[in-house]
């Protein structure tokens, strides 16, 4: 099982013919990931040559869709553009919309993501690095080679750390890993993936990973209190950064208490959240969780 993406889902990447976007699309492809399509308004019509795929290009969202039954987008477009390509995405249909693009203003984001949420298209990001089922689907730029299927779910705001972790554990794997973004406006939370996590039979246990500002992970703890039975192990980043200073591609503001590294340990752990002080660390708690979970002599 998984959540969000599966070996079933349909891939379109807006900005494929774009140098990212040919890149990753060739990845996403090798990873087993079904791109069915491309979408560029100047280049509609041709194909694009991958290894022994030709992908075709289309000139709209809306095209792609009604000739390939899409239902996931990755973003690759520049920010300015990042906004129409997302309204286009959800007018078309699409059920999740991944947007990779960085540096989008914040305005922006508020915009889309609220439009996108009116019309039931999730997204995930933006500024994020997508999400992968290993052995299925991968949609986005993280790494497909570092880890395998497995029985551990992981939602992150770091890119960065969703490859360690995913590295650190390869030998459990992995149900679906999330990058859910670290902007201060993302189109799906923590508490969105735990939720998930905690509805797919296959996910034992979910590791969390979050960073210094805002209070979306305080938000998280109280939600596992309340609604989450799987044991949940989780990294804060940002021990050492210096208070008032913004920091990190989240703009994280941290001002006194609030949003500081040591209260997100604390609220997490109040509700029985393991969390780790390094990644390394937090790697050796997940196998600790998982090995007292085993049957005796199994």
Same mark, same amino acid.
């Given at each position: 099982?998984?959540?969000?993406?599966?070996?079933?889902?349909?891939?379109?990447?807006?900005?494929?013919?774009?140098?990212?976007?040919?890149?990753?699309?060739?990845?996403?492809?090798?990873?087993?990931?079904?791109?069915?399509?491309?979408?560029?308004? $100047?280049?509609? +019509?041709?194909?694009?040559? /991958? =290894?022994?795929?030709?992908?075709?290009? /289309? !000139?709209?969202?809306?095209?792609?869709?009604?000739?390939? +039954?899409?239902?996931?987008?990755?973003? /690759?477009?520049?920010?300015?553009? &990042?906004?129409? *390509?997302?309204?286009? &995405?959800?007018?078309?249909?699409? #059920?999740?919309?991944?947007?990779?693009?960085? #540096?989008?203003?914040?305005?922006?984001?508020?915009? %889309?993501?609220?439009? *996108?949420?009116?019309?039931?298209?999730?997204?995930?990001?933006?500024?994020?690095?997508?999400?992968?089922?290993?052995?299925?689907?991968?949609? #986005?730029?993280?790494?497909?080679?570092?880890?395998?299927? +497995?029985?551990?779910?992981?939602?992150?705001?770091?890119?960065?750390?969703?490859?360690?972790?995913?590295?650190?554990?390869? =030998?459990?794997? %992995?149900?679906?890993?999330?990058?859910?973004? !670290?902007?201060?406006?993302?189109?799906?939370?923590?508490?969105?993936?735990?939720?998930? %996590?905690?509805?797919?039979?296959?996910?034992?246990?979910?590791?969390?990973?979050?960073?210094?500002? #805002?209070?979306?992970?305080?938000?998280?703890?109280?939600?596992?209190?309340?609604?989450?039975?799987?044991?949940?192990?989780?990294?804060?980043?940002? %021990?050492?950064?210096?208070?008032?200073?913004?920091?990190?591609? &989240?703009?994280?503001?941290?001002?006194?208490?609030?949003?500081?590294?040591? &209260?997100?340990?604390?609220?997490?752990?109040?509700?029985?959240?393991?969390?780790?002080?390094?990644?390394?660390?937090?790697? $050796?708690?997940?196998?600790?969780?998982?090995? *007292?979970?085993?049957?005796?002599?199994?």
């Amino acid at each position: 099982m998984a959540i969000y993406l599966t070996k079933e889902s349909k891939v379109l990447v807006q900005g494929m013919t774009g140098g990212e976007g040919m890149k990753h699309t060739r990845r996403m492809l090798a990873a087993g990931t079904d791109v069915v399509g491309g979408v560029n308004p $100047r280049k509609a +019509g041709q194909t694009v040559d /991958f =290894d022994d795929r030709a992908v075709p290009v /289309f !000139g709209t969202v809306t095209e792609g869709t009604a000739a390939t +039954g899409a239902d996931v987008s990755v973003v /690759f477009v520049p920010p300015a553009f &990042a906004k129409a *390509a997302v309204l286009e &995405a959800a007018d078309a249909g699409i #059920g999740l919309a991944v947007v990779i693009t960085e #540096g989008i203003p914040v305005h922006d984001s508020v915009a %889309f993501t609220s439009y *996108a949420r009116a019309r039931g298209t999730r997204i995930i990001g933006p500024n994020c690095p997508g999400l992968i089922t290993p052995g299925q689907s991968n949609a #986005g730029i993280i790494p497909a080679d570092i880890t395998k299927p +497995g029985r551990i779910g992981l939602v992150s705001k770091s890119g960065t750390l969703t490859y360690q972790l995913m590295y650190e554990l390869r =030998d459990i794997g %992995f149900s679906t890993c999330v990058g859910i973004g !670290g902007d201060p406006v993302v189109g799906t939370s923590h508490i969105d993936c735990l939720g998930a %996590f905690q509805d797919d039979p296959d996910t034992e246990l979910v590791v969390l990973i979050g960073e210094i500002g #805002g209070d979306a992970e305080e938000r998280a703890a109280a939600y596992i209190r309340e609604h989450v039975t799987k044991p949940v192990v989780g990294y804060i980043a940002g %021990f050492t950064a210096p208070e008032g200073r913004t920091m990190g591609h &989240a703009g994280a503001i941290v001002s006194g208490s609030a949003g500081t590294a040591r &209260a997100k340990q604390e609220a997490l752990e109040a509700v029985g959240v393991r969390v780790g002080s390094t990644p390394t660390e937090t790697a $050796r708690l997940v196998l600790e969780l998982l090995d *007292a979970r085993q049957p005796e002599g199994s």
